[in-house]
Nanobody, 119 residues
Framework: QVQLVESGGGLVQAGGSLRLSCAASGSAFSIFGINVMGWYRQVPGKQRELVAGITRGGSTNYGDFVKGRFTISRDNAKNTVYLQMNSLKPEDTAVYYC??????????WGQGTQVTVSS
């Protein structure tokens, strides 16, 4: 089993910044060779959407709405992924979920962390 523990969400004014962190833990077999780590977000009544993802080798992809405002990074030694979010907008308000895919193709989700951007 793999556990994902997220932190860093909260309330921020428009134009502000937040940094989300997600640390993976669990059996060495489950987390060995973590392939992709990333972040999704969801608002009530809408589908969960990709915010950003990063492979073990460091390749990244972002949702179209990010437009250079967010940066994803990871520390493979700590099994941790980060999401630096700048120039936040009220429409970025959502629950942000950490996501991981391991070398077996199994995927895991964090419990979610609320990000609220006030106008």
């Amino acid at each position: 089993q793999v556990q994902l523990v997220e932190s860093g969400g909260g309330l921020v004014q428009a134009g502000g910044s937040l940094r989300l962190s997600c640390a993976a833990s669990g059996s060495a077999f489950s987390i060995f060779g973590i392939n992709v780590m990333g972040w999704y977000r969801q608002v009530p009544g809408k589908q969960r959407e990709l915010v950003a993802g990063i492979t073990r080798g460091g390749s990244t992809n972002y949702g179209d709405f990010v437009k250079g405002r967010f940066t994803i990074s990871r520390d493979n030694a700590k099994n941790t992924v980060y999401l630096q979010m700048n120039s936040l907008k009220p429409e970025d308000t959502a629950v942000y979920y950490c996501h991981l895919v391991n070398h077996l193709g199994q995927d895991y989700w964090g419990q979610g962390t609320q990000v609220t951007v006030s106008s």
